[in-house]
């Protein structure tokens, strides 16, 4: 049941003007720059932010000698102003659509291998269905896509929920885990060989996925329990064509899924090593934001990504 306290703050004490000021703070740490960001004055923009620090009674940011800095309370209003702001951005973007005769539009992020995958197929079943819907579509690590869905600037994301905070306001479902492989180019000095040792193949020149991303800190803990160092040669990328062009043109070496490559591996271009890293990432799925109306658009993104999802496993 709504807390009617929150009702009567949102209706009484918060503006519009507050969340840009809110969103603007966050970006620029500082009360001068916000309120040029916003185009406030800057006494106006204090007093924005004096009667919303009132109004809630608790301190949102900490006063430095150059600038101002979020207090915990202040983070939790920054990231509710965002999402706040880019839902009126899209209801906006809703009408005039509507109104221009236009069938309204999606943004969906994606992790690498259902990029590849999956997505494409549910964005054909989307545009077979409607093809007036525009679709945006990123492709990155989830941690970054997650934050963006939270903050209203993705509808939906396939990847997975690291962030046990964030779990809670998030709904998640299923789709696939990812075994991965070492992936080289086909005639590779390894290819073929059934003796190989994670000792060899850390001193291969290797091809990672940038820093912070749940698969590279797996990979590190793979070398580092078994007492070895990590790749001296590294090339640190996750766009698939970079990959590929960079395996066929070098003895490098990668750990992605076989889904991943298969076409490359059809057209006897790129090979499996055979041996078992021991590598099982955990289950990606579809991720939405719990409790929120999902546009028409996004809403058939969605059914498409089941059905397809669904067709995969039969």
């Not at 204090?46 to 309370?73: C, I, N, Q």
């Not at 006897?268 to 590598?279: A, E, M, P, S, W």
Request: aromatic letters at 2%; glycine letters at 8%; charged letters at 20%.
């Amino acid at each position: 049941m709504p807390d009617p306290r929150s009702d009567r703050f949102v209706r009484s004490h918060l503006k519009v003007r507050q969340l840009v000021l809110l969103v603007e703070l966050g970006r620029h740490g500082s009360i001068l720059h916000a309120a040029q960001a916003a185009n406030l004055t800057q006494p106006a923009a204090s007093k924005l932010l004096a009667e919303l620090e009132h109004a809630l009674g608790m301190k949102l940011f900490d006063r430095l000698p150059r600038g101002v800095a979020p207090t915990d309370y202040g983070a939790v209003m920054i990231r509710r102003a965002g999402a706040a702001l880019a839902e009126l951005d899209a209801g906006h973007q809703e009408v005039m659509e509507l109104s221009s005769g236009l069938s309204g539009r999606v943004a969906i992020g994606a992790v690498l291998t259902p990029a590849t995958t999956l997505l494409p197929r549910a964005v054909v079943a989307l545009k077979a269905r409607q093809p007036r819907v525009h679709v945006t579509i990123t492709v990155d690590t989830s941690k970054p896509m997650i934050q963006q869905l939270q903050n209203g600037e993705l509808d939906l994301v396939i990847g997975r929920v690291l962030d046990s905070e964030s779990a809670a306001q998030l709904s998640f479902e299923p789709l696939s885990e990812e075994p991965h492989r070492i992936i080289v180019r086909a005639g590779h000095p390894l290819a073929g060989r059934s003796d190989l040792s994670l000792q060899e193949l850390a001193r291969q020149a290797w091809i990672l996925p940038p820093g912070g991303s749940i698969l590279r800190d797996r990979l590190t803990a793979l070398f580092l329990s078994a007492g070895l160092d990590q790749p001296h040669q590294a090339v640190e990328t996750l766009s698939l064509p970079v990959v590929t062009s960079l395996l066929g043109r070098s003895d490098m070496v990668v750990a992605l899924p076989e889904e991943l490559i298969q076409p490359y591996r059809d057209a006897g271009l790129l090979t499996v090593l055979d041996f078992d890293l021991g590598l099982r990432m955990d289950a990606y799925g579809i991720v939405t934001r719990r409790g929120h109306q999902l546009s028409p658009g996004a809403e058939l993104m969605l059914d498409c990504l089941r059905e397809e999802a669904a067709r995969r496993v039969l």
